[in-house]
């Protein structure tokens, strides 16, 4: 079973992969942690790639491709997908070498996206995440479980923010605009509860 999760920055996509992974015994493969893998590590491919998000682009489609295909090569038994596609270009790529049964679109309006992203933090040591919103640690600023200090990511802060919604809504708003029927396209609402979300997604798989 391949499942792809589409949606704006913030609508929950990397936390519903996460609950469906452990639901269904699937890889969650994230494009956006590949990338920051690479990133961190200083590979070829991440110091192409953080040029791009440098200044404020999406990385292009041929390094993407190169990635995210690496990593799905290795689970030919499914897999749980968020990050990608970004773009049409990446949805024929993906469509044109992999079968698709899900598509989850999370819907959730600009402002929450915006309210969401500029909360999170991460530790500077051992990269655990919180949200100020949802997730707060006990001593603000600092890490429950290390005591380390409490940063954003660089695409987290309100300037890079905004320009991944103008990205997303030029880009990848396009992406998935209907079925062609090989794939079920479903629409979330992804200002509902965690656990709401999570049941609706289950419950969708269930029934098909």
């Known amino acids: ?7 704006v920055q913030g609508s929950g ?6 609950l469906l992974s452990k639901k269904l015994n699937l890889p969650h493969i ?8 690479h990133i961190d ?14 200044r404020g682009h999406l990385v292009a489609d041929e390094y993407v491709y190169d990635m995210v295909e690496a990593e799905l090569k290795k689970y030919p038994n499914g897999f749980i997908l968020d990050g990608f596609p970004r773009t049409v270009p990446q949805e024929k790529f993906l469509m044109e070498h992999y079968k698709i049964d899900y598509v989850f679109w999370l819907e959730l ?8 992203i500029s909360s999170r933090f991460h530790c500077s040591k051992c990269d655990s995440d919180y949200n100020l919103l949802y997730k707060k640690p006990v001593k ?26 103008e990205k997303f809504h030029q880009k990848t708003r396009n992406v998935f605009m209907k ?9 979330i609402d992804a ?12 419950n969708c798989i269930k029934d098909n």
Not at 191 to 202: F, G, L, Y
């Open 1 to 7: 079973m391949n499942i792809l999760l589409i949606g």
């Open 13 to 18: 996509k990397g936390t519903q992969a996460k």
């Open 30 to 37: 994230s494009s956006g942690e590949l990338f920051r893998a």
């Open 41 to 54: 590590n200083k590979t070829e491919l991440g110091i192409i790639a953080d040029s791009f998000i440098n």
């Open 109 to 116: 309006d600009d402002d929450e996206s915006f309210r969401r």
């Open 140 to 165: 603000a600023g600092i890490c429950d479980s290390c005591g380390g200090k409490l940063i954003q990511r660089r695409d987290d802060t309100p300037e890079y923010i905004l320009k991944r919604l």
């Open 179 to 187: 079925s062609d029927g090989s794939y079920l396209l479903k629409e």
């Open 191 to 202: 200002s509902r509860s965690i656990e709401e979300i999570h049941q609706q997604i289950i």
